[in-house]
């Protein structure tokens, strides 16, 4: 946020900001996340965040210089000044009612939100958790952790904002980095759903197709040796089917797929799935997830595999799910549901619109296939989760990634998935900093989620 007392500007015109009643942000079952109250004083009105940090990555803050998060993304409307609420301000002053800004609807549930902060916060590392609905691209839980309280920098105080802004820059734990939408991550084994999903868009290819799967593979023109986790076999050793390879995540088996496909191939569906896009914005602007062209076999091999130069956010995790859910069509992730004048009326609605279609109808039953099978497989960790919400099937791929940072050694583990159950659906992303296996740490927290929203509906 930088210095957050330094912008200068008219102080009359700036003082008058806060002399109005700004809107109030909510979820999509009305929990109150910001609002502002009357203190009296130069500055009539302050805001407050009721559940600060578990809110903060959505919210943002309004603070007396600057905002952030859907603070800045809707100031038009929180303010009261946008040109869709010109014609009520002028009814407003001719009647002699005070202006009071438009109250903005998020597509959050509370339930999957708090459960989504919780288990973050319990596990003590370093992550992120995103959920969506399938079949619209709501976003309906956005959670990173650590976080920080927005009402620290929402003091009237210049000096006192001042304070709180550098300590909070300072603080090596990075609390005002929302990890689910503007950091990246490598996805690890998680990508096999995009390499998977060219391979069967060929149309040569099935779940049952016999693909090598060494227990070690030399990659072309390098010493390097690949193998599976902790050097295991896959299938028979030498030969895999695609679904065997995919539910014991075999990186020899999808190595050799994607050096087979070529790094062009991969790249065009990686696009397809919502990566290398610099123009996401749910409204706030997403990181870019990347997937770079690879000069060479040995490269393109990796990153098949979800490793090299592959990294995502935690939304694009749950991005990689939602289309599968969806048949194949990826909708655009969004934020905000409406916005309500203070009279009441609605003056902007969301409208869900299609990003892409990655995969058809056809790969897609494919590839949910193969993720329901990762959860379903009695040797794997994730086993423990097939049964945990009655009656629901859960679909996911794990991933273990290797992040070049020393997390004690540990990589980040990362989970995707998604279930439904009546008419609701959910599609989840994940990702633990220094977690370990995405079976063990992220997989969990994901669940946790999908039962918070999928049973309270």
Known sequence: TGNLTSKPGNSRAFAAQFQYQRGEITTADGKVIAESKNVGGVYKYQRVYPLGPEYAPATGYDALYTASGVESAENSFLAGNSSKLAVRNVIDMITNKTRKGATVQLTLDSNAQNTAWNMLRASGKSGAVVALNPQTGAILAMASYPSYDPNQLAVLDGPQ?????????????????????????????????????????????????????????????????????????????????????????????????????????????????????????????????????????????????????????????????????NNGTLMKPYLVQQIQAADLSIVDSAAPTALSQPVSPNVAAEVKQMMLSVVNNPTGTAAAFSNAIPGVQIAGKTGTAQNGINNNGLNDAVFTCFAGKGNRSMAVGVIIQGGGYGAAAAAPIAVGVLKAYLENG
């Open 161 to 325: 904002l001042n304070a709180n802004d550098a300590k909070l820059q300072k603080d090596p734990a990075q609390p005002l980095l929302n990890r689910a939408t503007d950091a990246t991550f490598p996805p690890g084994s998680t990508f096999k759903i995009v390499t998977s999903s060219a391979a069967f868009a060929q149309g040569n290819d099935t779940v049952q197709t016999q693909v090598s799967a060494p227990s070690s593979l030399q990659l072309p023109q390098s010493t390097a040796r690949l193998i599976n986790d902790n050097g295991e076999t896959c299938g028979t050793g030498n030969k895999a089917t695609i679904i065997t390879a995919f539910t014991l995540s075999c990186n020899t088996a999808f190595a050799n797929i994607g050096m087979q496909l070529g790094s062009a191939t991969l790249k065009s569906m990686a696009g397809k799935y919502g990566m290398n896009d610099p123009n996401l914005k749910i409204p706030s602007p997403v990181a870019q997830s990347n997937f770079p062209l690879e000069p060479d076999l040995a490269t393109t091999a990796l990153s098949a595999i979800g490793q090299k130069d592959d990294t995502v956010t935690p939304l694009q995790e749950a991005m990689f799910s939602a289309a599968i859910a």
